[in-house]
């Protein structure tokens, strides 16, 4: 079952002042993944009838208010609907426990996600792209190589090879993931709360991510004041390495655009590029690291993302 809260007014945007005239409606639009609820809204801009729309959703850890709303008005504000959404577990989603991140299940929240669009009035049907960053720039893979109705795929900085990141992992720290993973799997099947371990770190602090400059770039983008903790469930560390989008990337039936950053702390560019090779996909390549594909590069970013949406789902 699924629904879809009432319409709001129009709203305007004051956060950018080149936005400060965009009006648009922004609907709640909750759906069900595997019988629990998500929490989506729906972003449409005004004067358009069935616009094409775009899929969002965050990255690791992450929930659908770090900085994606922001970016979600840049489209709308180019005729675009969006459809912005929540991982079950996530934000204002249902689930337990909490923070759970799970490839497999976010791949299931995307095709439920998708799913939920086809049956909107608002939108073109028959124009659906896909936009992921990170982790989930792996789960727009997944979820279009499985879907030949998908008519665009963009996909920035993503998460390709879990088998490749943890091999470059130094040794303590996958060490100490699995131990953690296992004991948090021996919580779970003994019905305890989870073991958890921080989403994000500094380089000498134990966390997923843990990169030179990673923490700070993460925490620019929780929005203030912080409701979210800093934290998952540590069997992460178990899917991680199962977790290769890379391998089904040549299935995308799609256009496809991937964009790596050179300075990338997180994703390597190399393996952006591999794919891009696998499936002829559009490649960019930018002096950028990993997080200023929010900020310091958001310009030129977008930029290379709305003219692809706009030959792809325009014509």
Excluded at 221 to 229: A, H, Q
Aim: glycine share 8%.
């Amino acid at each position: 079952m699924t629904s879809t809260r009432a319409r709001r007014p129009f709203e305007e945007s004051p956060e950018e002042p080149e936005l400060s005239r965009l009006r648009y409606a922004k609907n709640d639009a909750d759906f069900e993944s595997e019988g629990t609820c998500c929490a989506g809204w729906l972003y449409t801009p005004e004067g358009e009838t069935k616009p094409p729309v775009i899929l969002m959703a965050p990255g690791f850890g992450a929930e659908r208010t770090f900085g994606l709303p922001e970016i979600a008005k840049r489209f709308v504000a180019r005729g675009f609907a969006v459809f912005l959404f929540d991982y079950r577990n996530f934000g204002d989603s249902d689930g337990e426990p909490r923070n759970l991140v799970n490839s497999s299940r976010h791949v299931a929240d995307w095709e439920a996600a998708i799913d939920h669009v086809r049956g909107l009035d608002a939108i073109d049907r028959r124009k659906i792209a896909l936009w992921g960053t990170s982790y989930s720039g792996g789960h727009v893979i997944e979820a279009a190589a499985d879907d030949h109705r998908i008519s665009a795929v963009v996909a920035q900085t993503p998460f390709l090879d879990g088998r490749a990141v943890t091999r470059s992992a130094e040794i303590k720290k996958s060490l100490s993931g699995t131990i953690s993973g296992v004991r948090d799997l021996v919580r779970k099947y003994t019905f305890r709360s989870p073991r958890t371990v921080p989403v994000v770190g500094g380089p000498d602090e134990f966390a997923v991510i843990n990169a030179p400059g990673a923490k700070a770039g993460y925490m620019d983008l929780v929005p203030d004041p912080p409701v979210w903790d800093n934290e998952v469930p540590a069997r992460v560390f178990l899917d991680i390495p199962r977790y290769r989008p890379i391998s089904v990337v040549s299935d995308v039936p799609c256009p496809l655009f991937l964009l790596a950053g050179r300075d990338d702390e997180v994703v390597s560019a190399s393996s952006v590029q591999e794919a891009a090779e696998k499936a002829d996909a559009t490649y960019i390549e930018l002096p950028i690291g990993h997080f200023d594909v929010y900020d310091s590069a958001l310009e030129e970013v977008l930029g290379y993302e709305m003219a692809f949406f706009d030959q792809h789902l325009r014509r």
